[in-house]
């Protein structure tokens, strides 16, 4: 059997050239993808996440090419629980401020009455030690690039140890009993399915006026480790991203599991209130939330409170 080809390496990281090793997404299609390959930046040896996004028709309207200002990269240690995520936006690109729509209308037509384009899309490259910042420690990071309910499929990598890199900032997980999860199996909660994080988003029915609406979450086999009775487990970590649509607030929760309910197979559910992954001055308006686990991360729930008016 033939050596496998050692991985071509990119010299140069540049922010938004399509290269030949850039994920491919069909035209005519919103979606999200992404690709780690070896690169030099400045110099160094380092990761480039190369990514293609296709964007919602809201999202085209809302943005254009200044989505890069939303669309965020996450990447997740399952070991330690660890989570860094930043927007891929550069230096100079200007801030987004809030919006007032969460779907702007539709542009006029113009004088000759031709049809505008239905989407916007773009490559975008980034450095990930640099770009979020990532210890230098070893790890196994599971990577998602996110743009509000657009999310890519997980990329796994392996980042070795670098004393060059960024310190490892003291960082300590939420206990389950006192982080906004309830941990617990509800009839709302979705289907257990093998190697997903299952999620389902219900509006709120009580306290109207302070809620943003309720995710439910299945984490089925092989989304964490089993493990047998008896034996000692290393600590499983779940982490939950929200943002808000209208300020783009985000919210970062990682929670340590309970090991009576999620060691012996590895299973188990839990549900929350979006609004209580946020501080209390949040404001009532749609919200994406988005759950990384294992080397997984659920779809992303939009969540459009009951009675919101733009």
């Given at each position: 059997?033939?050596?496998?080809?050692?991985?071509?390496?990119?010299?140069?990281?540049?922010?938004?050239?399509?290269?030949?090793?850039?994920?491919?997404?069909?035209?005519?299609?919103?979606?999200?993808?992404?690709?780690?390959v070896p690169a030099r930046h400045g110099g160094s040896n380092t990761f480039a996440v190369l990514g293609t996004l296709n964007l919602t028709r809201r999202q085209s309207l809302l943005y254009g090419p200044d989505?890069?200002?939303?669309?965020?990269?996450?990447?997740?240690?399952?070991r330690s629980g660890r989570i860094f995520h930043a927007t891929v936006a550069g230096p100079h690109d200007a801030a987004l401020g809030p919006v007032n729509r969460f779907v702007p209308p539709e542009p006029p037509r113009t004088p000759s009455g031709a049809i505008l384009p239905s989407g916007f899309g773009f490559n975008f490259n980034k450095d990930l030690l640099v770009g979020l910042?990532?210890?230098?420690?070893?790890?196994?990071?599971?990577?998602?690039?996110?743009?509000?309910?657009?999310?890519?499929?997980?990329?796994i990598m392996e980042v070795p140890e670098s004393k060059g890199r960024f310190p490892a900032k003291?960082?300590?997980?939420?206990?389950?009993?006192?982080?906004?999860?309830?941990?617990?199996?509800?009839?709302s909660s979705p289907i257990r399915q093998k190697g997903v994080i299952a999620v389902r988003g219900a509006?709120?029915?009580?306290?109207?006026?302070?809620?943003?609406?309720?995710?439910?979450?299945?984490?089925?086999?092989?989304?964490?480790?089993?493990?047998?009775?008896?034996?000692?487990?290393?600590?499983?970590?779940?982490?939950v991203l929200a943002q808000?649509?209208?300020?783009?607030?985000?919210?970062?929760?990682?929670?340590?599991?309970?090991?009576?309910?999620?060691?012996?197979?590895?299973?188990?559910?839990?549900?929350?209130?979006?609004?209580?992954?946020?501080?209390?001055?949040?404001?009532r308006?749609?919200?994406?939330?988005?759950?990384?686990?294992?080397q997984k991360s659920s779809e992303v729930v939009t969540l459009i409170p009951p009675g919101w008016r733009e």
């Open positions: 059997m033939p050596f496998d080809s050692p991985p071509i390496v990119i010299e140069q990281i540049t922010p938004s050239s399509e290269l030949p090793q850039s994920p491919r997404l069909p035209e005519d299609r919103a979606g999200l993808a992404i690709k780690i989505a890069r200002q939303v669309l965020r990269l996450v990447a997740f240690d399952p910042q990532l210890p230098g420690e070893a790890a196994r990071y599971t990577v998602v690039a996110w743009m509000e309910d657009l999310v890519s499929n997980p990329q003291p960082f300590l997980p939420e206990a389950s009993i006192s982080s906004p999860l309830n941990i617990r199996t509800v009839e509006l709120p029915t009580e306290n109207r006026d302070q809620r943003l609406g309720n995710v439910f979450v299945s984490v089925g086999p092989e989304v964490l480790p089993a493990v047998p009775p008896g034996v000692e487990a290393a600590p499983k970590f779940i982490a808000t649509a209208l300020d783009r607030r985000v919210a970062v929760r990682t929670v340590r599991l309970p090991a009576a309910v999620f060691d012996e197979n590895g299973c188990g559910e839990f549900d929350f209130e979006v609004a209580d992954l946020f501080p209390p001055d949040i404001k308006q749609p919200v994406f939330v988005l759950v990384v686990g294992g």
